[in-house]
């Protein structure tokens, strides 16, 4: 089995994607995206971070993060927001069928164990992750603009002038292979 390492830069910005378990379209009622938000604010509240993009799509979701100047570790975040949401996701769906590998380790069936990082190098690194974060709901063919799409960061760039509210249509090419889908 490879072995895989994670990079740790204390104020690093990053790139994460996150998919549920067997890609089950959780998220797709406001009440499970809300209960997301929810989850990220009680995160926030111990581990401060900002959040630079982000893209919620039925099965799986793209983050841009920055952390505290001081602090690397994405993945207490990560592992806490999974936590939270899926505390409050069993209790709103409880009846959900559970793979017995997953009852042995006390896992629900909403995420899947690992999630993709990717550490932002520069300037350029960090404008292209955004593009896809943005992009992805008109690539895998759920709006056909980006501004369609409610659950993203993409009308926040928009009202700072960092994107067109046209922007986006057509098919992107990205050459990075660094997004975890």
Do not use: C
Request: cysteine-free; charged content about 25%; aromatic content about 16%.
């Amino acid at each position: 089995m490879p072995e895989y390492r994670r990079v740790y830069i204390p104020g690093g910005t990053y790139f994460f994607t996150l998919v549920t378990y067997e890609r089950r379209r959780i998220f797709t009622s406001r009440e499970a995206i809300q209960l997301l938000h929810t989850s990220i604010s009680k995160v926030l509240l111990n581990h401060p971070f900002t959040i630079n993009a982000y893209a919620v799509l039925p099965d799986h979701m793209h983050f841009l993060w920055t952390l505290p100047e001081n602090d690397s570790n994405y993945s207490v975040r990560i592992a806490q927001m999974k936590r939270y949401f899926s505390k409050e996701f069993k209790i709103l769906h409880p009846k959900q069928n559970n793979p017995i590998s997953r009852v042995k380790r006390a896992e629900l069936p909403i995420w899947q164990r690992r999630f993709w990082e990717h550490s932002i190098q520069d300037e350029k690194d960090f404008n292209q992750h955004l593009d896809y974060i943005h992009y992805n709901p008109v690539k895998h063919g759920l709006v056909e603009f980006a501004k369609d799409w409610s659950a993203s960061s993409f009308m926040d760039y928009v009202r700072t002038d960092n994107y067109d509210l046209l922007w986006g249509q057509g098919e992107l090419k990205f050459s990075a292979k660094s997004f975890g889908e």
